[in-house]
């Protein structure tokens, strides 16, 4: 089985290719390794087996049209594109090419030769706005919706802020319309914070690592500056490990029949949701240090509570998460550690 993976040196991407590759499977990644991290990404592949590697940029339509010729895909995963809202805003025009015309690139690619290959995207929870419609209580650490622990499903009302959410809101509608109008096997994961190794996170993008990181690092140097966060600190997110990302991307691949042309939510879910300030608790238990931070103004359009509900990914792809927080945050933990000792 041969595998194309566009974004293949990134965060989900590495580790998407590295089960493959696990699984003995012949994987190619396309990557520009213009992110953060996506060298030494490169160099972990390569470390663990035969990888095909393309530099190359989904921007340019007549080179992706070229790579999806060069094979008969098992399955292609597009995971390339700008991640960051804070970018976006600084960059519209470049946030649209890469997210919006790269992802028009591939499917023409796909339309013309490769008709029957699933395409499996990573989209976004962004796509749903602010979600200022849910009914939101205050509480000391969280907010928290009125009627309890709910997770928001694929009806919620699309809604797209900041030039990041367009773009990805753009490419995740011409996914599921290449389905319809010209019967693509597109499937659109709509996701929440996703989280884990290889992720090399930065202040405007991976969160959850950037703040482990401020833990440690406060731990080597107690006296170093505070760090900032956007907000309040209240905001709340449901954690999913990416190794129960790559799972579920796997298992769209696999029941393809059943996911075709869909979007779907996934995300930690609800036993899985953590606030800033929960998260700060735990790293302060965990680590042993306090985590002093200073408020910077709301980010714009940020949403003050998403928590995904994966009824539907595990109705059709037989999908849950199984790594709990605690031991997703362990990990996220050791990897910053290793990191910085290498």
């Not at 809202?85 to 919006?100: A, G, H, L, W, Y």
């Amino acid at each position: 089985m041969s595998y194309l993976i566009t974004g293949g040196c990134g965060f989900v991407g590495s580790n998407l290719a590295a089960e493959l590759l696990r699984r003995g499977q012949q994987v190619t990644v396309l990557d520009n390794l213009a992110r953060q991290g996506a060298e030494l990404n490169l160099a972990w592949l390569r470390s663990l087996g035969q990888i095909r590697f393309v530099h190359g940029d989904v921007r340019n339509g007549f080179e992706l049209d070229s790579i999806v010729r060069s094979a008969k895909w098992t399955a292609i995963f597009h995971l390339a594109g700008q991640v960051a809202m804070t970018t976006s805003m600084e960059s519209p025009r470049r946030d649209f090419e890469i997210n919006v015309l790269g992802t028009v690139n591939l499917l023409e690619a796909v339309r013309t030769s490769a008709r029957e290959t699933p395409v499996v995207y990573a989209s976004s929870n962004k796509v749903y706005g602010n979600l200022g419609y849910l009914d939101l209580v205050e509480n000391q650490t969280r907010y928290q919706p009125r009627a309890g622990d709910i997770g928001v499903d694929e009806s919620a009302p699309l809604e797209f802020h900041t030039p990041y959410g367009c773009s990805k809101g753009a490419a995740d509608q011409y996914m599921l319309d290449y389905a319809r109008a010209f019967g693509l096997r597109t499937v659109v994961f709509r996701h929440s914070t996703i989280y884990g190794g290889r992720q090399f996170a930065t202040f405007d993008q991976g969160w959850l690592g950037w703040f482990c990181r401020q833990a440690l690092e406060l731990k080597k140097k107690p006296g170093r500056p505070k760090f900032t966060i956007a907000g309040d600190g209240k905001q709340v997110r449901d954690l999913l490990h990416v190794d129960d990302a790559v799972r579920c991307y796997l298992a769209a691949a696999e029941h393809i029949d059943q996911s075709a042309g869909k979007p779907f939510n996934i995300g930690g879910g609800a036993v899985n949701s953590m606030s800033l300030l929960e998260l700060f608790g735990y790293l302060e238990d965990r680590v042993g240090v306090a985590m002093e931070y200073e408020r910077l103004p709301w980010r714009q359009s940020d949403q003050k509570y998403f928590v995904a509900d994966n009824s539907r990914a595990t109705s059709l792809l037989g999908w849950q998460p199984e790594v709990t927080k605690s031991a997703g945050v362990n990990r996220v933990l050791d990897w910053e550690s290793e990191i910085a000792g290498s």
